[in-house]
């Protein structure tokens, strides 16, 4: 099975930046769509940005879209977040996910097959 695990998370100021990663092992980690979800205590978890398997496709949410990237690198088994611009309301654990096959904007997050552990962001006001 595939296996996720989130790094690069911390504390920033209004308008800063952070890079955040996920390292995929155990399977073919070019034969998974990926995608960035988020978390707040006490709210849905929710979709930030997908992509396709060979880096064609991206696509992100309207609440991040312009300050976020998603990109992978598949020689290096690696998801990226670029985050940019953060505000205090991007506070939020952030979950790396995958699924084989479907469309890279799946806000459902039962659609999807492998989470990681999760990584907390926290953006002061």
């Known amino acids: 099975q595939l296996q996720l695990v989130e790094s690069g998370g911390g504390y920033v100021e209004t308008g800063g930046s952070l890079t955040l990663s996920c390292a995929a092992s155990?399977?073919?980690?070019?034969?998974?769509?990926m995608g960035w979800f988020r978390q707040v205590p006490g709210k849905e978890r929710e979709s930030v940005a997908g992509i396709n398997e060979d880096d064609r496709f991206v696509s992100h949410a309207d609440s991040v879209r312009d300050r976020f990237h998603i990109s992978r690198d598949n020689s290096k088994n690696t998801l990226y977040l670029q985050m940019n611009s953060l505000k205090p309301e991007d506070t939020a654990v952030y979950y790396c996910?995958?699924?084989?096959?479907?469309?890279?904007?799946?806000?459902?997050?039962?659609?999807?097959?492998?989470w990681g552990q999760g990584t907390q962001v926290t953006v002061s006001s």
């Open positions: 155990g399977d073919t980690f070019s034969d998974y769509i």
């Open positions: 996910t995958a699924k084989r096959g479907g469309t890279i904007w799946d806000s459902d997050p039962g659609s999807w097959t492998y």
